[in-house]
């Protein structure tokens, strides 16, 4: 007889309450501790419950508030934007960031060296001059695999300035504070630069990976990205499991 892991059964239990619309869209559902005690299991078998749910996209976390059923509206696109330090540890290897930049930047300022300046004063942020900046490499196993270059709404995410990302990616911390509701991707191939290249420690005529990422919550920009990965160390794919739609009896 196969026995159901502790962790699954506290999945289900959770994934039924949204089902039988014991939690509805956007509410809160119990908290770690409360999950510990209706479910009769540990607080690290409860936590792995709600991680999972999270990155399946029916659960978002808020810091400081608690983790809520995401909407039907945006759990497709929730399911997509996977963070890169996860994907990294999944495959049993150290993620570490190189933090380049983090500052205030003004969009229209014509002596900005930034890459993407161009297209997010024209077509991200152009009722806000002022934005939040950073740019940082993704190493695994210390080789880097991704410069990740992020423009930020300051009005969604205040605090971003001050956030450790040593300790957790841009993208972790976003999905917390503004949970995505909307997603627009755009992939191609590209030469990089000579900079680029010497981050990444390729050469030039190493062909990039680069995706453009604007991503939304509740109907605002919250944030573009440019991340840009070495060709010959990364390979883009995605699995899609259809599943039970939990909002419907």
Request: glycine residues 2%; proline residues 4%; contains cysteine.
């Amino acid at each position: 007889m196969i026995i159901e892991a502790r962790y699954i059964q506290v999945k289900k239990y959770i994934l039924n309450g949204v089902k039988q619309h014991r939690w509805s869209e956007g509410e809160r559902i119990p908290s770690e501790n409360e999950l510990v005690k209706i479910c009769s299991v540990s607080r690290m078998t409860a936590r792995r419950a709600v991680k999972e749910l999270t990155s399946e996209g029916v659960l978002i976390s808020r810091q400081g508030q608690g983790t809520f059923v995401v909407s039907a509206k945006s759990r497709s696109s929730v399911m997509t934007l996977r963070n890169i330090a996860d994907e990294i540890h999944e495959r049993n290897h150290r993620h570490d960031c190189e933090i380049l930049n983090l500052e205030v930047v003004n969009l229209k300022d014509k002596k900005s060296n930034l890459i993407s300046n161009q297209f997010a004063s024209e077509h991200i942020y152009s009722d806000d001059e002022q934005v939040f900046f950073s740019r940082m490499i993704h190493l695994e196993n210390n080789v880097p695999i991704q410069i990740e270059e992020r423009f930020v709404n300051p009005t969604l995410a205040p605090d971003y300035l001050k956030q450790d990302f040593m300790k957790f990616t841009p993208n972790e911390y976003l999905m917390k504070v503004c949970p995505v509701s909307e997603a627009e991707h755009q992939v191609e191939a590209v030469i990089p630069s000579l900079q680029q290249s010497l981050w990444l420690k390729t050469t030039q005529q190493q062909p990039c990976l680069k995706i453009s990422r604007t991503t939304y919550s509740d109907d605002k920009i919250a944030s573009f990205a440019l991340l840009l990965h070495p060709g010959n160390r990364f390979q883009l794919g995605n699995h899609i499991k259809l599943k039970e739609d939990f909002y419907n009896d």
